[in-house]
């Protein structure tokens, strides 16, 4: 069956609130009210241990997708003792690891933690990282806000 042009204009224009109403359940970011409703997590990921390993490290990108710039102060893992954020940096010739307590997020813009940066240190674990299971980290912001997420353990070799 063939519609004539104006049939055609209906049928789309009937169309329209149906498709309109297609997003309206997602977030807006972009309206965010803190830290945790602003920022993204991309690709969390948990260093697996060795038996008897009692330290590992957390790494993730922290995507900041609001006007205002926010900064991670701390992390807790339900199998680790100890968590802190750490910063790997060069001091003279030597590689040296020193906990700095935050990380900032720029506005709009984005926080990289990773394998000789920025990662958050897990001590004292109780039970190893098997790589190919997952483990849930929570982040806090320094609003007071907390987002928790599921890291995939890991053979992180870098």
Do not use: Y
């Amino acid at each position: 069956m063939k519609l004539s042009t104006h049939h055609q204009w209906l049928f789309a224009i009937a169309l329209l609130p149906g498709l309109s109403a297609c997003g309206k359940d997602a977030p807006n970011i972009s309206q965010a009210t803190n830290a945790a409703e602003a920022i993204t997590v991309e690709n969390p990921r948990i260093r697996a241990t060795a038996p008897g390993q009692v330290v590992s490290a957390a790494f993730m990108i922290l995507n900041n997708h609001s006007p205002t710039p926010h900064v991670l102060t701390s992390a807790t893992f339900a199998d680790a003792s100890l968590v802190e954020i750490h910063e790997t940096r060069m001091q003279g010739n030597v590689m040296q690891m020193q906990e700095v307590g935050k990380v900032d997020i720029p506005a709009n813009g984005s926080a990289e933690l990773k394998p000789g940066s920025f990662h958050i240190m897990l001590m004292g674990l109780k039970q190893p990282q098997v790589s190919g299971t997952q483990a849930e980290i929570t982040l806090s912001f320094s609003d007071n806000s907390q987002q928790t997420v599921t890291a995939a353990i890991a053979d992180i070799t870098e």
